[in-house]
């Protein structure tokens, strides 16, 4: 566990390169987490982050010779997608309103026309 840089106190931290790509490695190892990992370099886990982007974006120089690539090997494989099942024709479908003591119950595939000028005389 390394500990950060000692602070003083009313003026802004300036952390060491070495130390923010060190804090920025450690926090993508598995079964991490940056706040864990900020706790433990005693700094915010958004100072964290913004580390993170800052390294994505090279601003920390070329990548540690510590990153390990895996090999892949692309292969040409036939693809069989299963056939989609048919969709229903018609499907039931059903609408119950309430307003007040009124009651609407529409089943089917109303007309939009007599669905709307229904409900327009229903919520007046």
Same mark, same amino acid.
């Given at each position: !566990?390394?500990? *950060?840089?000692?602070?003083?106190?009313?003026?802004?931290?300036?952390?060491?390169?070495?130390?923010?790509? /060190?804090?920025?490695?450690?926090?993508?190892?598995?079964?991490?987490?940056?706040?864990?990992?900020?706790?433990?370099?005693?700094?915010?886990?958004? !100072?964290?982050?913004?580390?993170?982007?800052?390294?994505?974006?090279?601003?920390?120089?070329?990548?540690?010779?510590? *990153?390990?690539? @895996?090999?892949?090997?692309?292969? /040409? *494989?036939?693809?069989?997608?299963?056939? *989609?099942?048919? @969709?229903?024709?018609?499907?039931?479908?059903?609408?119950?309103?309430?307003?007040? /003591?009124? /009651?609407?119950?529409?089943?089917?595939?109303?007309?939009?026309?007599?669905?709307?000028?229904? @409900?327009?005389? @229903?919520?007046?």
């Amino acid at each position: !566990m390394d500990i *950060a840089p000692t602070r003083r106190p009313g003026r802004r931290s300036n952390f060491p390169t070495v130390f923010k790509r /060190k804090v920025v490695e450690a926090s993508y190892q598995p079964g991490t987490s940056v706040s864990m990992i900020a706790r433990e370099h005693d700094v915010n886990a958004n !100072m964290v982050f913004r580390w993170r982007q800052q390294d994505q974006d090279g601003a920390f120089g070329p990548v540690s010779q510590s *990153a390990t690539f @895996l090999p892949v090997e692309v292969i /040409k *494989a036939p693809i069989d997608l299963p056939s *989609a099942a048919p @969709l229903p024709q018609e499907s039931h479908s059903e609408i119950l309103i309430e307003v007040g /003591k009124a /009651k609407l119950r529409i089943t089917g595939t109303p007309d939009p026309q007599t669905l709307h000028l229904t @409900l327009q005389q @229903l919520l007046r």
